[in-house]
């Protein structure tokens, strides 16, 4: 079998080697069955810096993309491709399914076809296969915590198209916490202004415009991955506080945007001006984000500031709650059944005690049994444990292995063997699994990619396929190295105890 077949990440579901090979020249034609035209229009546009291949459209074209509402046991996400020496037939009910087997068209072809620049004297060939290919989870995501450390929005870009070549469908943005405000907000501009800002330990800022969000949404939308924000509430939101102290506990004072680690406890009051605002950045939220989920934090909210506040006291007895502690609670719901009369699902961190309502989406970190809970209380749940799924953990025991989250060593093994809890017999409902990068320690776009990759790629195997054995993934992942060189992705190490072995790209066969 070619390397490019067995080398896929992540593995399809069904895959058969055929004799053979179709390859892609200058006349080689596109037939674009009616829908299907964003899907020829991104294989263009993913090809031709490589390749240079114009592939016009043509009713006679060999190389067939193909919507057929017939195969509905494909799904969403599923297609069928199926190469001969003749032909290539690209199927799916759904046009994402269409994107999905681009996204393995691009892997069979060689390792040049994802470099940047034309590549001359190369045969675009594609090894004859036949594909079946089904996603096991629903939600396959990745979080980037961008308000402790600013990134730019090309690298966003950059990382829809890393995530749509693994078949992963979400970019979860942490765009708000203490240390930071990202998101613009035209009712309210000293979020970014002030918030977007911090001076201690290290200077250092940034936000973006809402242009630049639109566009990042469109261009995700285009390869098949919904761009999901988070803005954090009730705690978490000194940045928003330094901005607009009135929305505080304590009259008066002034606060600095935060820039060390950790869990403070300046949260937002639960007076009705507070949650006005909160109502008022959600909505200039859902007018840049489409995406059904909106995150609103709701983790980590120290109540040490409501007990000691008569204003807190006053609300929590009005509302008939036995304490302070449940105005959480409380808030959360609120600001939930919100986004619930705007048609969006409402998605918060799952603590334990977890008291929100079930229409609540909930993504559970801290342990497999918060998993089950939410489940048995019916709510939707994306498996986001810490110990195998948090990517800013020591990914190694090396010297030489950049600043990380102390605590755990996640390595690669680690990261391709987390396997959510089963919803049998519950009421809710495992939507999927996602990794996550919180940036306390990670600054650059360089160490952003070498504490992603290569554990993304595990992550990502385990949610599409579900039960590749390790020794057959660390297999694939090592051909599989240098398209990620190729993309000029600087991972980190494939073995813990290892150096890390960056490639050109070139080696694959």
Known sequence: MPARVSSLVPAPTQLSHRPGHFTLAADTALRVSPGAEPAADLLRALLAPATGLPLAASPDGPFVL???PGLGGLGEEGYGLTVSPDAVLLRAAHLTGLLRGIQTVRQLLPVEALFAARQPDVPWRLPCVEITDVPRHAWRGFMLDVARHFQPAALLRRYVDLLALHKMNVLHLHLTDDQGWRMPVAAYPRLTEVGGRRVLPVPHEGAYTPGE????VAY??????TVVPEIEMPGH???ALAAYPEFG????RQLAVEGRRGVYDTVLGVHEPVLDFCRTVLDEVLDVFPSRHVHIGGDECPTTEW?????ARERAAAEGLAHTDALRDWFLGRIGAHLVERGRIPTA???PGEGLPSDFAVMTWRDPEHTRIALKRGHRVISCQHRSTYLDYVQSDSPAEPPA???VLLDLRTAHEHEPPDAAGTSGELLGMQAHLWTEFVTTPEHVDHMTFPRLCAVADRAWHGSPAWPDFRARLGAHTARLAALGVRHGPLDPHLPVPHRSGKEQA
């Not at 506990?249 to 008066?252: C, D, K, L, R, T």
């Open 66 to 68: 193909a919507l057929d």
């Open 213 to 216: 969000l639109r566009d990042l």
């Open 220 to 225: 995700a939308a285009a390869r098949g991955v």
């Open 237 to 239: 939101a000194r940045a």
């Open 249 to 252: 506990n304590v009259p008066g």
């Open 307 to 311: 007990a000691a506040s008569p204003a």
């Open 349 to 351: 961190w799952a603590e």
């Open 405 to 407: 989250q102390p605590g």
